[in-house]
């Protein structure tokens, strides 16, 4: 089973920027493609961005494109987000997970996933 560790999460102001990072353990990290979703008051947990095993694809959801980019370390098992451009509707806890397969494949679905970290809280003020 995965063990997921996000941290990096605060207050920002709108504009500004935050890194997230994810470590993960209990499987082979470099076998997995890796991905953030978030959660905001009221709201469904939403598919952020995704990375595959390698690194060599990225995928974003529209509202983030060009404001946030993910990357990994596959030596270091850790996953990384880097928001910038913040608004004040990034506002929410972020989580990061791991492909429920190896492979190129990250289901965008939360109800795909078991397993949860604690999140990382992001607080944008305009």
């Known amino acids: 089973q995965v063990q997921l560790q996000e941290s990096g999460g605060g207050l920002a102001q709108a504009g500004g920027s935050l890194r997230l990072s994810c470590a993960a353990s209990g499987r082979t990290f470099s076998s997995y493609s890796m991905g953030w979703f978030r959660q905001s008051p009221g709201k469904e947990r939403e598919f952020v961005a995704a990375?595959?095993?390698?690194?060599?694809?990225?995928f974003y959801t529209d509202s983030v494109k060009g404001r946030f980019t993910i990357s990994r370390d596959n030596d270091k098992n850790t996953l990384y987000l880097q928001m910038d451009s913040l608004k004040s509707e990034d506002t929410a806890v972020y989580y990061c997970?791991?492909?429920?397969?190896?492979?190129?494949?990250?289901?965008?679905?939360?109800?795909?996933?078991?397993?949860w970290g604690q999140g990382t809280q992001v607080t944008v003020s305009s």
């Open positions: 990375i595959t095993w390698d690194g060599g694809r990225t």
């Open positions: 997970n791991q492909a429920p397969t190896t492979g190129w494949g990250f289901p965008p679905q939360a109800s795909a996933y078991d397993y």
